[in-house]
């Protein structure tokens, strides 16, 4: 049943009208019209769609909306003024930063297609907030062996991400 | 590929520009008053790609606008074409806009997957606009063309200068592109059910800047998608939304060829703006909203009945079923029968072997999706992300029984396919365009992945006979191979064959894929055998095939290198060795040379002495191979280690070399060439569609298994530019340079050669024991 749900996402409060065990995924693209996290699997096996929920990744194709509710969440668009938050920016910069992660994959030329990378970004936030300087052994055993499942690219892009994932965390430490 | 001699549209010009002009020019410029703009014409026509607006515009703020067929396939091809188009024009790359894939914005249509061909359309209407604009700068400032330069769009000489964007001003340059080529269109009469599937072709050879001359070309730029893919920004094809949209999820049959008997009954109580939709065994649910679509599909799909098909052999017995096949005549063949007969009959020592590969899938990460909107004026758009655009849209007028002018395809980027789409159709369009004819609305259909996984044409499983004679000096005097598989050309639409609409009909064939790399090996006769799919007709699904990167030659090049593997330890020669003494191609000798060097191989026969077959200690082992396709010459070299008892592989460090003439942009090729090698790696190690008498099994990333980030090897890349050589394709088949070099390691490690791919544990052990 269709309930009012208040959700947190990237810094602002949202009401929507939504059944209560509906996918976060669903909510955030089709109610908040977010093109960040995509459809992949729909059943926590690829990683697309990943988020941050309270700053830990969470698989928003099977997560239910409502048990986000009271929690934050961030999707790529929202991990600007994450950074910008943590280092003090003023609104001006925000609107000009990105997050080092996000430039770092710029910077690698990170994505092919790119449909995958969102999540990897998202992957890559959390992994950096738990071990700042993550070995390229530790990147590979977080993408790979963290569960629910391995972060999957299909493009073949994983040297790229450890790349970047490494220069973001040297960009973190400035 | 429209351009069938890699070199031609390449070569060095005779003549230069200035040369050209001196002589009186080729053309006529005038401004011409301004018109519509490309794309803004009525209906669904495609622009006219005789003017030179329906490709290239230059807007008064000195930028410019380029408009082609072809799309983004995720390894840069939108960033390569700005770069050979600011080359020719003199422009920063940043300068340029590109319009992609849109049949009513853009002129040209085609093949995705080709970087040269298409770059050859811009390339030589880059050439002939910049004539234009040096004729058009020399009246405007009083100065003649020889005595003028252009730097960053701004023509000077003389201390005097003017900027592209002024010399245009707001109006049209009146520039008569020459082109041939037919559209695409259903044609029962060709190979794919299609003709024009190439595109339109620029004609003439207006000179070229000589690439000496490069200042673009050649540098790292970045390419101009990737910060809207990192901040979210990109709108992919699965963003689209429509007023009163609908969408919708397909209720699939149990099997690739069951017949409806009863749809579900939909619970509207449950489910209050859910429909059911039904033309004949297309059956889906679309609602306004998509949670309720996803579950109204799941409820009426349980509540649905079918009748039993079992129209497949069943993985096991696709071997058994490639062999029984009664296959007549080759569908192509190359090379002299009689001498490699005779080779083969005085020849000192014979080696013949049998290669295979199952099915394998272009899984691309997001399932298929695609959003159509047919309304009552006949008119029909579909935004999705086929790499064919114009392909599909001759595909959905056929189906639809329009006229093509009426249909627009509008391409937005998604995920990689890997030449799933090259012929036009394999995606949801078709369930797209038929519920929203027969619902009046715009629906969105997305594919679930098991969906995907199961429904999606695939990259057919093979099997290859070939041999060789050995002369006296252990050097190869012939050699014969015979490729045997399913066709690879089914781009018919699902929807349509469920719906018992009307679809293209691709006939059964195969074509010899290899780019024969060794000139001293003479005597060599390659026949190639392609029957229908199995399970398929006009009214079944079955198992479709369609090509995957590096079609054909990935697997017949697996075939014939790993040949050369075995033929160098029969000859006691170190392989690399053994193919540079059957070559004198200097480029494929100088790649071979450069990767061999940055791999720190030394010589030595395979297996080494080291070799075993049991043990649970990692051994080493380490092989090679080369390839030659679309003016490039690549090398692998695989290190791995294999645990025998327990049938583990791990690949521990990849060298890939490419020669491909002009690199366009290092930087991007190196990130080909390291996702080719993970793509390469995962078909060697892991992948197989599994499927029984009915269905694809398949389903899931869980089932249908890739390369995981932690089984990703060290990769080291080696490039070698060349500017005598024209461009190269490189950004494709480093996948293909793969499994060959993998297999031959496992035989360096092991002693025993895997004539089969993939080696999966299971069939690592079985090997290792037999």
């Known amino acids: 049943m269709a309930n009012e749900l208040t959700l947190s996402v990237n810094g602002a409060q949202h009401i929507v009208s939504v059944s209560r065990e509906m996918p976060l995924l669903y909510v955030l693209r089709n109610e908040l019209k977010l093109s960040g996290p995509r459809f992949g699997c729909g059943i926590a096996q690829c990683g697309a ?6 700053g830990e990744e969470v698989r928003s194709c099977i997560a239910p909306v409502s048990s986000v509710v009271e929690n934050q969440v961030t999707t790529i668009e929202g991990l600007p003024a994450v950074w910008a938050a943590k ?35 998202i992957a890559a936030v959390e992994l950096l907030s738990k071990n700042p300087n993550p070995t390229v052994a530790q990147i590979k055993d977080a993408f790979t062996n963290k569960p629910p499942s391995p972060h999957l690219c299909r493009c073949g892009t994983y040297v790229a991400i450890i790349d970047a994932v490494q220069r973001a965390a040297e960009a973190m430490k400035a | 590929m429209t351009i069938a001699d890699s070199r031609s549209p390449f070569v060095t010009p005779v003549l230069t520009r200035r040369g050209l002009l001196k002589m009186g020019g080729v053309m006529m410029v005038s401004f011409a008053i301004p018109q519509l703009v490309a794309g803004d014409a009525a209906g669904g026509t495609s622009p006219d790609p005789q003017r030179l607006s329906s490709w290239l515009e230059i807007r008064h703020d000195n930028t410019i606008v380029v408009r082609t067929g072809r799309t983004e396939i995720g390894t840069g091809m939108s960033g390569f074409y700005a770069q050979v188009v600011a080359e020719e024009l003199c422009v920063p790359p940043e300068a340029i806009t590109l319009i992609m894939g849109d049949t009513d914005k853009t002129p040209d249509g085609g093949y995705s997957a080709g970087f040269r061909s298409g770059a050859a359309n811009l390339r030589k209407v880059s050439a002939y606009t910049y004539l234009a604009l040096l004729s058009l700068a020399s009246q405007a400032l009083g100065i003649p063309v020889s005595e003028l330069s252009v730097t960053n769009g701004v023509v000077s000489g003389r201390s005097k200068s003017i900027s592209y964007g002024e010399l245009v001003g707001n109006q049209h340059l009146d520039l008569k592109i020459p082109v041939s080529g037919e559209p695409a269109r259903v044609d029962s009469n060709s190979w794919n059910g299609m003709s024009g599937l190439d595109g339109l072709v620029v004609l003439g050879d207006p000179p070229l800047k000589p690439m000496s001359q490069y200042k673009v070309i050649g540098k790292s730029h970045p390419m101009p998608g990737t910060p809207d893919k990192v901040t979210g920004q990109m709108q992919w094809s699965c963003d689209v939304r429509l007023p009163g949209m609908l969408h919708a999820r397909m209720v699939r049959p149990p099997t690739l060829g069951s017949a409806l008997i009863s749809a579900g009954a939909l619970d509207k109580a449950r489910f209050p703006t859910a429909h059911v939709i039904t033309k004949k065994n297309l059956v889906a649910v679309v609602s306004p909203d998509e949670w309720e679509a996803i579950n109204a599909a799941r409820s009426v799909a349980s509540g649905s009945k079918w009748t039993d098909w079992s129209g497949l052999p069943g993985s096991e017995n696709l071997t058994k079923t490639l062999r029984a096949y ?33 099915y394998i899938k272009h899984a691309p990460i997001g399932p298929f999706v695609a959003t159509a909107d047919v309304r009552s004026d006949g008119s029909v758009t579909v935004w999705t992300h086929s790499a064919n655009s114009q392909g599909l849209r001759a595909q959905i007028a056929n189906t639809l029984g329009v006229p093509v002018e009426k249909v627009v395809v509008r391409w937005l980027e998604h995920a990689g396919q890997f030449g799933r789409t090259t012929f036009g159709g394999d995606g949801a369009e078709g369930d797209a365009v038929i519920l929203s004819q027969l619902t009046g609305k715009p629906v969105r259909v997305q594919w679930t992945l098991q969906e995907d996984l199961a429904w999606s044409a695939s990259s057919p499983g093979w099997v290859e006979d070939i041999a060789c004679a050995l002369d006296a000096d252990n050097k190869i005097a012939a050699v014969r191979s015979t490729f045997y598989s399913s066709q690879s050309n089914d781009a018919r639409i699902v929807g349509a064959i469920l719906a018992g609409m009307p679809g293209s009909e691709p006939k059964p064939g195969y074509w010899v894929a290899t780019e024969w790399p060794y000139d001293k090996i003479q005597n060599r006769l390659e026949e190639v055998y ?78 080494h002495s080291r070799a075993k077959r049991t043990g649970t200690e990692p051994i080493p082992g380490r092989g090679a191979c080369i390839m030659i396709r679309e003016n490039s010459y690549w090398m692998g070299i695989a290190e791995i280690a294999v645990t025998p008892d327990i049938g583990s592989i791990q690949v521990i460090k990849f060298t890939i070399g490419i020669e491909c003439g002009k690199i366009i942009n290092p930087r991007q090729l190196e990130r080909c060439m390291k996702s080719g090698v993970v793509m390469g790696v995962s078909e060697a190690l892991k992948e197989e569609v599994t499927f029984d008498t009915g269905r694809i099994t398949s389903t899931t990333w869980s089932r249908y298994r890739i390369l995981t980030m932690a089984e990703t090897p060290e990769i080291k890349t080696v490039q070698i530019s060349r500017d005598d050589k024209g461009y190269g394709g490189g950004s494709e088949a480093a996948n293909a340079v793969c499994p060959p070099a993998i297999a031959a390691a496992f035989f360096d490690a092991t002693g025993v050669y895997p004539r089969r791919i993939p080696l999966t544990q299971s069939y690592v052990t079985s090997l290792l024991k037999s």
């Not at chain 1, 925000?94 to 995958?116: F, M, N, R, T």
């Open chain 1, 49 to 54: 769609c990943s988020v941050l929920v309270n």
């Open chain 1, 87 to 121: 280092k003090g920016l003023s609104p001006s910069d925000v609107a000009k930063s990105l997050h080092p992660v996000q430039q770092a994959w710029i910077d690698e030329q990170v994505p092919q297609c790119g449909y995958c990378q969102s999540g990897m970004m």
């Open chain 2, 326 to 358: 009664k296959w007549g005549a080759p569908s192509g063949t190359r090379g002299n029968s009689a001498e490699v007969a005779d080779a083969l009959a005085r020849a000192s020592r014979t080696l013949s072997a049998r290669y295979e590969q199952p």
């Open chain 2, 530 to 607: 392609g029957m229908p799919n199995p399970g398929s007709d006009s009214s079944t699904i079955g198992l479709r095939g369609l090509i995957m990167r590096t079609p054909g030659q990935r697997q017949q090049n697996f075939a014939l290198e790993s040949l050369m593997n075995e033929a160098a330890s029969s000859a006691g020669v170190d392989p690399i060795e053994f193919r540079l003494q059957h070559t004198t191609d200097q480029r494929l000798i100088d790649i071979i040379r450069a990767t061999t060097r940055a791999a720190g191989w030394e010589p030595q026969p395979a297996p």
